[in-house]
């Protein structure tokens, strides 16, 4: 099984193909381009909002605003990659959503705007985690959510939740 460290470059970046070796997402719901750093406690990651967005047509017919929705989606994907970065064999568990705590969206996002996801873990209490995140274009601050993930067994989850 390769480690999240061996997925990085000699900067310590991780790209979208090693991304999705981390988490299981595949293009049409990635809203992470590039992992900028990544430690025990902190993550930067990176999203340039393209021509092609599926949502482009429709949200705000004629003036494209990137869903609130799916800013937290990146951030919540960043948060995932961070929490992977803490578990010994990352690959036996998911990491799912568990709690919004609150989020606050300050600026509008268009296409063409490069987001920056930050997230910082503030603390585990058994198998919840605690994040809060910052979004930012450019210096401009974007978002701040708090969220809290479940990180649950990965074969005893989707067992129990596959279709019979």
Known sequence: METIDSLKDENGKIDKENIKKIIPYEDSFLYIDNVE???KK??????????DEYWKEGHFSGFPIMPGALIVEGLGQ???LLVRNNLKNHLNYDVLAYKIRSAKFLRPTFIGHELRFEGKVIFKFKFLWFVNGVVYRGEKLVAKVKMVLAVVEREKFRGHFKKK
């Open 78 to 80: 960043a948060a995932t």
């Open 42 to 51: 902190n993550i930067v990651t990176t999203k340039k909002v393209r021509d």
């Open 37 to 39: 750093s990544l430690s």
